[in-house]
């Protein structure tokens, strides 16, 4: 029983390269495993903070981050597993609704890096309507990757948060490691911030 | 304009009936003083005069959090962002970071917490005594240094040399408030 089978889905590679693309001064910040991958992948940058462990904080170190830095666009890229897991933290940023932030989970319904079992997106739970309900009023999903011009174009202006749920295919591309060391990834960050160390 | 956004709260709505004790409000003093531009709570009575603070400042941003382990990864975007700030929470929201402490160290994030005790001195509710004595041992497994306070006098001290520690010296503290300094809590509403 798969009850998604007829919908289209997009490529996951192919999406957050196109995004990642149209948005050259955004903040990403990616959740641990595939989107992580997805989002090296797409191209190393100094202003990319991946998350290889920490599962559900993403949004809430986004979040953080966007509070932070108002001036600069803030994504969180990640995967339904990992935004299910930090489910309560679209509770948090709807109360706070910070313009320049926008979440992108890239959504196979399915738990990828352990073996593809069935996640609750794909068994029953609507993400766009748990963020709508917890007061992210621009939610909603896409299945193409035509429409990343017109996402990045509204994280670019920072016009207000934003939730995107992008149906993606349940495979598995290459794998693609970005850097496992956390504080030479949070260092360059910051350093691409112009911050300096302590 | 949605009436859900934190300003938008009356403030009616607080219950600032009782005055609050004055080392409630040297935390907020040593947040502030401290450069402290973002605070993370899960609500505790012991925290209520910092949190009336930090939603009333307008240099501050007051975040509620479903479940203490977002603040976790707040307080490290934040940091990542340039800016300081600290996660509030009573003893039973440590048991709910475990995982995410991880972060902390991994990336070797800067990180202070105000634990307030429960479980330990005085209590009344039994559900309140597990976490509570196992609060800081939990917090010294995950490799948090941990500094106690259970008298009013030292409090703006101790807050101070944490906040100092953890961003002078990128060092993980937890400063647990203890019970005895909190005090009883009242059980019968007048």
Redesign the interface.
Same mark, same amino acid.
């Given at each position: 029983m798969n009850q998604q089978t007829s919908t289209p889905r997009v490529d996951r590679r192919e999406f957050v390269a196109g995004l990642i693309a149209a948005m050259p001064d955004a903040l990403i910040v990616s959740g641990l495993g595939s989107a992580s991958y997805d989002v090296f992948a797409s191209g190393d940058r100094d202003r990319n903070y991946y998350l290889w462990g920490a599962m559900g904080g993403a949004c809430p170190l986004g979040l953080g981050l966007a509070l932070a830095q108002p001036d600069k666009p803030v994504v969180v890229i990640t995967g339904d597993g990992e935004q299910l897991m930090g489910i309560g933290s679209l509770g948090t940023i709807g109360v706070k609704r910070p313009a320049n932030l926008a979440i992108v989970v890239l959504d196979n319904g399915h738990f990828g890096e352990t073996g593809m079992q069935r996640s609750h997106s794909s068994l029953g739970t609507d993400l766009v309507a748990v963020a709508k309900g917890f007061g992210i009023a621009n939610a909603f999903s896409v299945s193409d990757a035509a429409s990343c011009a017109s996402i990045a174009q509204g994280i670019n202006a920072r016009q207000g948060t934003t939730f995107v749920q992008v149906l993606i295919n349940a495979d598995e591309p290459p794998r693609a490691l970005p850097p496992r060391d956390g504080p030479y990834v949070k260092n360059r960050f910051r350093a691409a911030l112009g911050l300096k160390p302590f | 304009m949605?009436l859900?956004?934190?300003r938008n709260v009356p403030k009616a709505m607080n219950h600032t009936s009782a005055q609050a004790p004055a080392w409630q409000e040297s935390i907020f003093k040593v947040l502030k003083e401290g450069g402290v531009?973002?605070i #993370?709570y899960v609500p505790d009575a012991g925290h209520s005069q910092v949190i009336r603070e930090a939603i009333a400042d307008p240099d501050i /941003?007051d975040?509620?959090? +479903? +479940?203490e382990? /977002?603040?976790? =990864?707040?307080?490290?975007? #934040?940091?990542?962002?340039?800016?300081r700030?600290v996660l509030l929470m009573q003893s039973s929201g440590v048991g709910n970071c475990v995982?995410?402490f991880?972060?902390l160290q =991994? #990336?070797?994030?800067?990180f202070l917490t105000l634990v307030t005790m429960r479980g330990e001195y005085a209590e009344f509710n039994p559900w309140q005594g597990p976490m509570g004595r196992a609060t800081q041992a939990a917090l010294e497994l995950m490799g948090i240094h941990v500094l106690r306070v259970s008298r009013a006098e030292e409090v703006e001290e101790i807050v101070s040399a944490g906040l100092d520690a953890a961003? $002078? =010296? $990128?060092d993980k503290v937890a400063v647990l408030l203890g019970q005895d300094l909190i005090g009883r809590k009242k059980w019968e509403r007048n």
């Open positions: - | 949605s859900i956004h934190s531009r973002q #993370a /941003e975040i509620v959090l +479903t +479940t382990e /977002e603040g976790v =990864a707040l307080v490290s975007g #934040a940091w990542l962002g340039g800016q700030a995982n995410m991880s972060l =991994a #990336a070797d994030f800067p961003f $002078g =010296a $990128g």
